[in-house]
């Protein structure tokens, strides 16, 4: 008999071992104690009470700035948007995706060379360039409207290339 109460022993101790360890685990989190003259942290859950609220993460900050820009521009006699705006677009895109009930319009525009009709075609390519991206990346298409300007619209008046430049764009106008 004391051979098959050391193995309930053993069995009960393994048992009660697996129960600690699975409660630990369950809470994911770890309690660390806190000195009295430390202040509490901020959470979310207490920012009603008085204290500071918690500041955004790295990665809520990075979309905040990204939605901050609503102005692309483009080379001469090119539709396709820059590289570097792929992040910035791909922030808008998972904005619009997760906020069904957001809606924006894309104005595209054209610097005043080339003609009317030109500068109206060049200016809808740019603003479906866009959409398409967003689209893909999340967006609905009933959430955007495009629209072309052409060289209606400048940004900057004059014929330097930094006046140029200002006006081959793709405005983001929540709606």
Do not use: W
């Not at 000195?35 to 979310?44: I, Y």
């Not at 901050?68 to 619009?96: I, Q, S, W």
């Amino acid at each position: 008999m004391g051979k098959q109460n050391t193995q309930f022993f053993k069995i009960g101790l393994i048992f009660v071992s697996m129960l600690v360890l699975g409660a630990c685990r369950s809470s994911g989190e770890v309690e660390e104690p806190m000195e009295e003259s430390t202040p509490a942290r901020t959470t979310s859950a207490n920012t009603s009470s008085g204290t500071e609220p918690a500041r955004p993460s790295a990665e809520e900050q990075r979309m905040e700035a990204a939605l901050r820009t609503t102005v692309f521009y483009f080379d001469f006699d090119v539709a396709e948007f820059k590289p570097a705006d792929r992040d910035t677009l791909t922030y808008h895109a998972r904005n619009l995706a997760s906020n069904s009930g957001n809606r924006i319009r894309l104005e595209g525009h054209a610097d005043e060379r080339g003609t009317r009709e030109y500068n109206l075609a060049l200016g809808e390519r740019r603003a479906n360039g866009i959409l398409n991206f967003l689209i893909v990346n999340g967006a609905s298409r009933s959430q955007i409207e495009t629209v072309s300007y052409g060289e209606e619209r400048p940004e900057r008046t004059g014929t330097t290339e930094a006046a140029y430049q200002a006006n081959r764009r793709v405005e983001v106008i929540s709606r």
